[in-house]
Nanobody
Framework: QVQLVESGGGLVQAGGSLRLSCAASGRTFSRCVVGWFRQVPGKKRELVATISWSGANYYVTNSVRGRFTISRDNAKNTVYLQMNSLKPEDTAVYYC?????????????????????WGQGTQVTVSS
């Protein structure tokens, strides 16, 4: 497993931007699929975006496509989630998660159960 620490959350007005970072420790991070999830109280944790170990493949869920971008820098053991044009409905705790990349494709990494390592989360609040 790897240890993950999220940062970059905060309070922002609608239309604003934030960049979340997920910093990892562990030699195997560069061989992991990394995902960003979000959760609001009383609701299921939902997938926002995933990225393959190399960064060559990525997935962004429909509700944020065109506004959010996922990227990674394996030299820095960090994955980023750039969030633009934020909306109040983006308010949530954002978590990053990692799992070894089996290279079978990102369709194998769509749910919470597909990831074994999790960060503690970072709060994002978008005011209207």
């Amino acid at each position: 497993q790897v240890q993950l620490v999220e940062s970059g959350g905060g309070l922002v007005q609608a239309g604003g931007s934030l960049r979340l970072s997920c910093a990892a420790s562990g030699r195997t991070f560069s061989r992991c699929v990394v995902g960003w999830f979000r959760q609001v109280p009383g609701k299921k944790r939902e997938l926002v975006a995933t990225i393959s170990w190399s960064g060559a493949n990525y997935y962004v869920t429909n509700s944020v496509r065109g506004r959010f971008t996922i990227s990674r820098d394996n030299a820095k053991n960090t994955v980023y989630l750039q969030m633009n044009s934020l909306k109040p409905e983006d308010t949530a705790v954002y978590y990053c998660a990692a799992e070894s990349d089996t290279q079978l494709g990102l369709t194998h990494y769509l749910s919470r159960a597909d990831f074994g390592s999790w960060g503690q989360g970072t709060q994002v609040t978008v005011s209207s």
